[in-house]
Every structure is written in C-alpha cells, then in structure tokens.
C-alpha cells in the first residue's frame, strides 16, 4: 500500500471511530430525522422500493436515494435510530477520506490533512454525520459532481502541473453521474447549484465558453438519465402524478415560507459564522489576496469562493430557512479555510488580531453557555421567569433530568482547546495548533453528543414518544392534534392495513375525534394546542408531562 493510501486509511478510521459509535444512543428527533427513517421503515415493512410512503399513503416530497440507503441499513441492523443513523457516519468517512485526496492531488499531503482537518473539527459538519438526515449525502454528491467538472474544465484548457490521467469525456460524464444521484437524493436543487456556479464561473472569466453548449448538454442528459433509472420507471408504472407533485413542493419551499421555518435575512451567515467554528474564522481570510503559484491552484480556489456564494446567496433568497440548507457551502468553506492554513504553516499569513479575537468570541460563547447548562439545568427554577409567555416551554422545563455538574468538561475543553491553539499560533508552532484547534473542537462536538442531547432531548419531545412507544402492541390509533409530528409512526411501530382504507386521505383524522372508530384512539397534544380535545366530551384525560397532554376516545364498535 502507497504512503498516500495509508494514510487515507488512517483517516478513515478516525472518523469511523468518531462518527459509528453511539448513533442509537438518543430518539430520532422530529421532524427530519423521523420522517425519513419513517418512509425506510415503510419500504422495508411494504418490500416496495420504488414508491414513497408516509402513514402507507403516497409521499411526494423527496426523490428516494437516501431512503434506499436507510432501508439497507434497516434490513442489516433491524428497524432503530442507529441503521437511520448509519448512511450519514459512512458519509463521514467517505467525506474525510475525498477530502485528503483531492486536497493532495491539489496541493499535497499537507492541504489534504488541512482539508479533512477543517471538516472533521469543525461544529456542524461534524455533527451531521451523526445524524439521520439527508443533506450529507446530497452536498458529496454536488460536490463530487462539481469537482469533476472543474477536472474537465481543466482537461480540456490544458491546465499543466496537475495529473489528469483520463480524457476530459471521462471527466465530463463522471460529473453528470454524480448531479444525478445529487437529484435522486433530494431533488433539482442539485442540478440548480451546479449550473449556478457554472453561470457566475462563465460570467467571471468574461463569458469565455469553458463548457460548449454539447458538452453541457452531454452532461445534464447523464445527470438525467441517471435520474430517470427511478423518475422514469415511477411515472411509466405510476403516471405523472409523483413529479407533478414533487414538483410543486419544490417551488413551494423556495417561493414561501413553509410553517414553522422563517427567519431573517442573515439567517445562514451566522449560522455559518457560528456553526462552523473554527474553520469559518479562516474563511473570511481567504477573501482576501493569498499567494499562489499554479493556474490550477488559483482556478480551484475561484471556484470555491464561487460555489460558497452561489449556495449562500441561494438560501438567502429562499423563503424557507433551515439549517442545513446551507450546509453544501461546507465544502468550500472548509477547503479556503484548509488553504488559509496552509499559508499559515508556510509563513506567508500571519494569525492576526481579528483571527484571535474571532476564535477566541466564539470558543467563549460555546464554551461558556455548555459550561452554563448543567447548572442552569439543576437549579431550572432561574430559567422559567424567561419563558413565562410560552406556557409550552415553561411546561418542559418540568422534566425530570439528571444533572451531574461534570458535563461542564465539555465547554473546558472547547476554551481550553482554542485558547492552547492561539498560545502555540504565537509561539509559532502553527502544526501543533491547528491539532489543539480542530482535534479540541471535534471532541467538543462528540462530547456534547453524548452528555447533552439525550438530556435536552427529555426536555423536549421525550415525553411524546415515550408514549408512542408505550402504544406498540396496543393495536390502537395514536395521533398528534394540533402540532406536526411523525413520531407517532416510527415509534408505535405502526403497521399496514391499520387504518381502514377509505379513512386514509382526508378524513382521517376528523373520524378519529368524533367517528364511530373500531379501535381506541390515543391523542397527544401540547398544553398550548389541546382546547380542541379538553371541549370534546368523549375524551378521556390520561395525563400531562412536560408540557404535553394524552388523551383516549374509546371505541365504538
């Protein structure tokens, strides 16, 4: 085995033990991460992997990648959060290891540590491969498509001091093939990042045709086709319903706000500003003039600020704000602070005092609100006066939660960790720093995976799914009234054929709360949203905790 791919290997299984471990150790969390272990689990129970469900009804939201990837996970390690967990932690590694190895064929072994580095220490792109929603695997996907396309670009204009082994058609179709499983993940947003930064690239180099209109369409008829292996099949056995719908919903959630998911319009800068510590500290550097001496080193890095701006300004204008939807700007945002780095080690940029006072903000600002948190969580009497117009809130703060006082070590380690890096910046021990830097913040993340989330987890949904899973084997309805929630399907475990066909669209739930029903059914509600349920005479009050309501109507059969 080359130095190169041992090293890689040595990677691979850093993030494996960072990202495999501990991924069932905490519910799904509503409503992403159960609505789409829901439609696996569906798949698996129905044996139909070509359409998607949700409550066995036809969901048309979301084209079916992941949901295959969580369904072999499903069929491997049975129905749970670790196999809805599992695709994204094998993205991890897949991820570091891409990473290392284009940023060596781009620079060497240092920029491909930096690279990975960057991305494994920093908060958010670490915390996703722990996670069970899709966007992991959608961002590779655009990313590995962009890449190869900029391979071909590279190719075809004979850019020299950089191996390019295969023809530029080989490039070419590559990329296609990888926009494609892009848009069988999530949708034509991949396909629209893509070309987005091909127009801004064309519009920065003076409208030079670095891509000929044939070999553009050669490569979105790729994309398409390997989109069509599902899309096609879906409509020829199906009809045209699933993308005229699918299509909808898309143009929706980019002309509106969708309920529950404003915010304002710097909404994803600080959320990259903040959830992307620290590498985001050493993007705003790379802004700026950075010296380098190969065509193909300055290109990529244009193509990068690119790709950053397009995604950022896209979700900007994007009624719809949620936090991963800017998460592709992950990987050019690692890659210009990875570069930054780079010149750091090498002596040409110097760890200013805007860098120091960023790092050092925000370490404090993490650390000392993780350190704050098990205190506040045994003394919850000083938090309820900030909630008190939000009876809900106020409500889950009631939660019985164990609080030790030692969870503080996490915040430590975070200020300690960045505070060591800035001592060995100025002692100009630039290695050693960045290791203290992203190996102190990697831990942060792992540690407050495992101290923080089931803890704050009992605050706030613990109480409803707990009651779902009580109602496993009750062969009953269980719904939620008056808030939004898939927990409802995933943890009763619900099975087909249990509503009656002609209930499933429509009146389903008005049958439930006033219908002769042949089983009984379980309500659950907040305190804020149960009026509905508390002016029903026919329904039995079970009990509150934590701020939600449970309820019964008997049968009437």
Request: charged share 15%; hydrophobic share 50%; net charge positive.
């Amino acid at each position: 085995m080359s130095k190169s791919n041992q090293q890689a290997v040595i990677i691979g299984l850093i993030a494996a033990v960072f990202y495999l471990p501990f991924l069932g150790g905490v519910h799904l969390f509503d409503w992403d991460e159960i609505n789409f272990a829901e439609i696996a689990r569906e798949m698996v129970l129905l044996q139909d992997y070509l359409r998607i469900h949700i409550n066995y009804v036809l969901f048309t939201e979301k084209p079916p990648l992941f949901f295959w990837m969580q369904a072999a996970s499903m069929n491997a390690f049975g129905i749970g959060e670790y196999a809805a967990r599992f695709p994204n932690a094998i993205c991890g590694v897949v991820t570091l290891v891409t990473l290392f190895k284009i940023g060596q064929k781009l620079q060497g072994n240092r920029l491909g540590w930096l690279w990975a580095a960057a991305y494994f220490g920093s908060i958010l792109p670490a915390l996703y491969f722990k996670s069970g929603i899709i966007d992991p695997w959608f961002n590779y996907f655009i990313f590995m498509g962009m890449y190869h396309l900029i391979l071909f670009v590279w190719k075809k204009d004979g850019f020299k001091g950089i191996a390019l082994p295969k023809s530029k058609w080989y490039y070419l179709m590559v990329a296609g093939v990888f926009t494609g499983l892009a848009i069988l993940t999530k949708g034509p947003v991949g396909y629209l990042i893509t070309g987005l930064t091909l127009a801004v690239y064309w519009v920065g180099t003076r409208f030079r045709f670095f891509i000929t209109l044939p070999q553009f369409l050669l490569y979105t008829f790729i994309a398409l086709a390997v989109t069509g292996t599902w899309f096609g099949m879906e409509a020829a056995k199906n009809g045209p319903q699933f993308f005229l719908e699918f299509t909808t919903r898309q143009w929706e959630l980019f002309s509106a706000e969708d309920a529950g998911h404003g915010g304002f319009p710097g909404y994803h800068f600080i959320v990259l500003l903040l959830g992307c510590f620290p590498a985001s500290i050493f993007l705003i550097r790379a802004h700026g003039k950075i010296q380098l001496e190969k065509a193909y080193e300055k290109d990529f890095k244009k193509w990068m600020l690119m790709l950053f701006w397009v995604v950022l300004i896209l979700f900007t204008i994007v009624k719809t704000k949620i936090i991963h939807y800017s998460s592709m700007t992950y990987y050019p945002l690692t890659f210009l602070a990875a570069l930054v780095l780079h010149k750091v080690i090498e002596g040409e940029i110097k760890v200013g005092k805007a860098m120091k006072f960023g790092l050092v903000s925000i370490a404090l600002l993490a650390g000392t609100i993780t350190i704050a948190l098990p205190f506040l969580g045994m003394n919850v009497d000083l938090l309820k006066p900030l909630f008190q117009q939000d009876q809900f809130a106020l409500a889950n703060l009631n939660a019985e939660v164990s609080w030790m006082g030692y969870e503080s070590i996490v915040g430590v380690i975070l200020i300690g960790a960045t505070i060591t890096a800035l001592v060995l910046f100025k002692r100009n021990n630039p290695i050693r720093a960045i290791q203290f830097l992203f190996g102190g913040t990697a831990i942060f993340v792992s540690l407050t995976l495992i101290f923080f989330i089931a803890k704050i987890e009992r605050y706030s949904q613990n109480a409803a799914i707990s009651f779902y899973e009580s109602k496993q084997d009750c062969h009953c309805y269980v719904e939620p009234e008056g808030f939004k929630s898939y927990g409802q399907l995933f943890y009763t475990q619900r099975q087909p054929g249990l509503i009656p066909e002609e209930h499933l669209n429509g009146n389903y739930k008005q049958w439930l709360l006033t219908g002769e029903t042949d089983k009984d059914a379980f309500f659950v509600s907040k305190v804020t949203t149960d009026k509905k349920l508390r002016s029903n005479p026919e329904m039995e009050f079970l009990y509150e905790k934590n701020g939600f309501t449970f309820w019964k109507r008997s049968s009437k059969k």
